[in-house]
């Protein structure tokens, strides 16, 4: 019998650390946390933490990053997060539409990796 508990944190690799560190801090709005590993940046959501760190792997050789994976991340007001994101040139793939969660839109980040929000 397994001793598996559940997802208790991810990693999205990331082709320019500094670049990402950006993208979720300033425009997502995720404070970042400690981290002990100098290539990484941790930030601080609930329940589940998410880190971004540099890339081991050659990202670019695979078209789309993440094919099938979704991370879903709850945020307050989507709609104004999405207007926010839109201003800043980021990719909304999905507009903000009443969803089995809620208000949730989509959006890709700097490395293109695809990212729903919602309301829960």
Same mark, same amino acid.
């Given at each position: 019998?397994?001793?598996?508990?559940? &997802?208790? %944190?991810?990693? /999205? =690799?990331?082709? @320019?650390? $500094?670049?990402?560190?950006? %993208? *979720?801090? #300033?425009?997502?709005? %995720?404070?970042?946390? $400690?981290?002990?590993?100098?290539?990484?940046?941790?930030? +601080?959501?609930? &329940?589940?933490?998410?880190? /971004?760190?540099?890339?081991?792997? +050659?990202? +670019?050789?695979?078209?789309? /990053?993440?094919?099938?994976?979704?991370?879903?991340?709850?945020? #307050? @007001?989507? +709609?104004?997060?999405?207007? $926010?994101?839109?201003? #800043?040139?980021?990719?909304?793939?999905?507009?903000? !539409? @009443?969803? %089995? !969660?809620?208000?949730?839109? =989509?959006?890709?980040? &700097? @490395?293109? *990796?695809?990212?729903?929000? *919602? #309301?829960?």
């Amino acid at each position: 019998m397994s001793n598996a508990v559940g &997802p208790n %944190f991810l990693t /999205l =690799q990331v082709r @320019d650390l $500094e670049r990402s560190k950006r %993208f *979720y801090t #300033e425009l997502v709005g %995720f404070t970042p946390t $400690e981290s002990k590993v100098p290539t990484a940046v941790v930030l +601080d959501t609930a &329940p589940i933490k998410l880190a /971004l760190r540099q890339s081991a792997i +050659d990202l +670019d050789a695979v078209s789309e /990053l993440g094919w099938g994976v979704v991370l879903w991340i709850k945020a #307050e @007001d989507p +709609d104004k997060l999405a207007k $926010e994101l839109a201003a #800043e040139g980021v990719t909304i793939t999905k507009p903000p !539409c @009443d969803g %089995f !969660c809620g208000r949730e839109f =989509q959006f890709k980040d &700097p @490395d293109g *990796y695809e990212l729903t929000i *919602y #309301e829960g």
